[in-house]
């Protein structure tokens, strides 16, 4: 199974101010048609997760700009260019190259 | 606008079944491979198992293979699972998920509200 491994899992950020998160794969996420499926999602308290940003980097209709994806082969970064309140809640990485379907163990983003 | 909305949840005994359905709406369902994503009690996400658009084929997690199974009726838009053998261990909210095609599994890009099943004594 690929073991997708994120950092770090608590994340204090101040208003207004950058954050990231980083997801790494135990292996390569390209698949054999040239695509990377590397999907990232938002959970706020008490809701369904929510997709931001898949293959990557496209960013799903309705996020906010402030929303960017990045990264390729086994290393990803979700960043948050400026934290706003609602961004708080916990935001898990997925693999959709190789079965089985895998999810990282998620960031809890707080407010300081 | 897109919906799903789990049913089916409750508390059983150990070794006991439950049958969770999803409702969708919104969008062309026989169009869409759909999955179940489960979330223990303060944990992360956990796949359980897809079904392509059709439903001729099927995919299980380890974990539940032999004793789930995933199903969907394209005439009435819902999704089941049919979960037997259950352990304390399947304790979770259970989520049903849309893919992004017939046979694209590889992403999940709208999620129902979650369903609770609870395990226990």
């Known amino acids: 199974d690929v073991v997708m491994t994120q950092s770090p899992l608590s994340l204090p950020v101040t208003l207004g101010q950058p954050a990231s998160i980083s997801c790494r794969s135990s292996?390569?996420?390209?698949?054999?048609?040239?695509?990377?499926?590397l999907n990232w999602f938002q959970q706020r308290p008490g809701q369904s997760p929510r997709r931001l940003i898949y293959k990557v980097s496209n960013r799903d209709s309705g996020v906010p700009d402030r929303f960017s994806g990045s990264g390729s082969g086994t290393d990803f970064t979700l960043k948050i260019s400026r934290v706003e309140a609602e961004d708080v809640g916990v935001y898990y990485c997925?693999?959709?190259?190789?079965?089985?379907?895998?999810f990282g163990q998620g960031t809890r983003l707080e407010i300081k | 606008e897109v919906q799903l909305l789990e049913s089916g949840g409750g508390l059983v005994k150990p070794g006991g079944s439950l049958r969770l359905s999803c409702a969708a709406s919104g969008f062309t369902f026989s169009n869409y491979a759909m999955s179940w994503v489960r979330q223990a009690p303060g944990k992360g996400l956990e796949w359980v198992s897809t079904i392509s658009g059709s439903g001729g084929s099927t995919y299980y997690a380890d974990s539940v293979k032999g004793r789930f199974t995933i199903s969907r009726d394209n005439s009435k838009n819902t999704l089941s699972l049919q979960m037997n053998s259950l352990r304390a261990e399947d304790t979770a909210v259970y989520y049903c998920?849309?893919?992004?095609?017939?046979?694209?599994?590889?992403?999940?890009?709208?999620w129902g509200q979650g369903t609770l099943v609870t395990v226990s004594s």
């Open positions: 998920a849309k893919g992004c095609g017939s046979t694209c599994y590889s992403d999940y890009d709208f």
């Open positions: 292996q390569s996420l390209v698949y054999s048609d040239g695509n990377t499926y």
């Open positions: 997925m693999q959709g190259t190789q079965w089985p379907i895998t």
